[in-house]
């Protein structure tokens, strides 16, 4: 086990919206080393094999000899050597501990698992790649920025293949806004599985990351292609019915319940453990209603359906 803790593993930039117990493994076969003051980590025109990750402390990159001015220093979170490991290419800076340093080592064989396993890891480094090309001159990059940029790449969640909710947020705006110039009705549907944080906190995330993919293709396979859906967070989805009012809303949501209800269960093993239902909100657009306010109205026919019990539909 490395000797690091899960608040300093979130604090780097690669990590990112990563869930870390899904990279478990990769992770463990890392190392953490620390540097002194001075200590050359990455020496110029060798070939490099690992990545490396700060810690704690600085360190400076040098262009030319390490007697020379720094170009650059990365701090927390930050990361160095990545270029140098993916072109297989001998390394065009000197990178030296700026004081006392550590370091999450990860060598080229683990870096390359963790973008096969994870989308969000994959973005990130793509994302880091980018800014450094874009801004030679300025290779540092705020922290909060980053942290913010990094929230807003993609439009496809990672896990069930639907839109996110960053589409989601661009797409309802614009479709909201035509249906109010056309005087056209807009309705919406907030979809929630019932009982996910119990199969969650009784079989884990693993399994709660299956059934959350095999209800997202369920939904997608029987929903039309007028009707948007996106992922709203969690296990919530939201769908978007432009020009259709409530009545056609209604009928939405029924043939959605009735697909997930059909659908094979959930499995452990030989045993079926988990058979999704879904409870379901509906509001339509009203006279002077805000997109916000169109929201708030299904998110709470949505708390109303399920306290009438679940796997049922609410206005």
Sequence with gaps: MIDISEGELRDIHLFKNVNLGSIKGLLEACSVKSLEPEEV?????QLNKAVYFVLSGHLRIHLDS?????IAIFGKGESVGEISVIDNQATSANVIADGHCRVLAMNEDILWSLIQASHAAACNLLFILAKRLRHTDSIIIEGVQLEQDFQHYGSVDALT??????????MFKRQFARSVANGKPFSLLMVDVDYFKRLND?????????ALYEVSHVITGNVRPAELIARYGGDEFIILLPDRDIRIARRVAQRLQ???ADAPPISYGDENIFHPTLSIGISEMKKDQTPEMLIQAA???????KNNGRNCIAE
């Design 41 to 45: 980590l990455i020496a110029s025109g």
């Design 299 to 305: 998110d709470e026919a949505l708390y109303r359906a």
């Design 66 to 70: 390490v007697e020379s001015e720094s």
């Design 161 to 170: 293949g639907l839109h996110n909710r960053y589409w989601f947020d661009s």
């Design 258 to 260: 009735r697909a997930v």
């Design 202 to 210: 009784t079989y884990g995330h693993l399994l709660g990351d299956r």
